[in-house]
């Protein structure tokens, strides 16, 4: 019995002095999703991004003006905090040119638009900023922003949104 000890606390030495790979942490890899009643139906407002070393490739909807608006993008991660540099999508706030192969007959902007958006994470929830807006969780309240969640429900991104983020995190967009 001593000697079996012996040997399993040896080898739970040797197994402890041999660290384990590491693996860079990517913040920005997952889905964020809140839902709230609105005259008389259920909205959902959604965020899945996908990072490959400091590429953020990401599609969202949002809800507005009675309407939803989906959108594409790209850009860089450092740290907690994503810069948007490039969009595409439905006209609206966030960008004037549809995305490629989604534009109706006749739009006047197709491709991508300038972005000057920030995404970041305050506990564990992703909050947008834009233009000289501080991305800081400095006086955010835990209740701010999406939170993340494991699935995105039925109301969660089409195939070919899914595809494209496959496409643009190995470099394509």
Not at 53 to 74: K, L
Request: hydrophobic share 40%; net charge neutral.
């Amino acid at each position: 019995m001593r000697l079996a000890m012996i040997a399993i606390l040896s080898i739970a030495a040797v197994a402890s002095a041999s660290p384990a790979p590491a693996f860079a942490p990517v913040p920005f890899e997952g889905m964020w999703r809140s839902c709230e009643p609105y005259q008389g139906s259920v909205i959902c407002t959604y965020r899945m991004l996908v990072q490959r070393g400091s590429r953020v490739c990401g599609v969202q909807r949002d809800f507005a003006t009675n309407a939803y608006y989906e959108h594409r993008f790209v850009g860089t991660a450092k740290a907690n905090v994503a810069h948007i540099e490039k969009i595409c999508g439905d006209p609206g706030s966030e960008t004037d040119t549809y995305c490629a192969g989604r534009a109706p007959d006749g739009a006047e902007k197709v491709g991508w638009a300038a972005s000057d958006e920030k995404l970041f994470l305050c506990n564990g929830r992703l909050l947008a900023a834009s233009g000289d807006d501080a991305a800081s969780c400095t006086g955010v309240s835990r209740r701010s922003g999406l939170p993340r969640v494991r699935a995105a429900g039925g109301d969660g991104p089409q195939p070919d949104d899914i595809a494209w983020l496959a496409s643009c995190a190995a470099g394509a967009e």
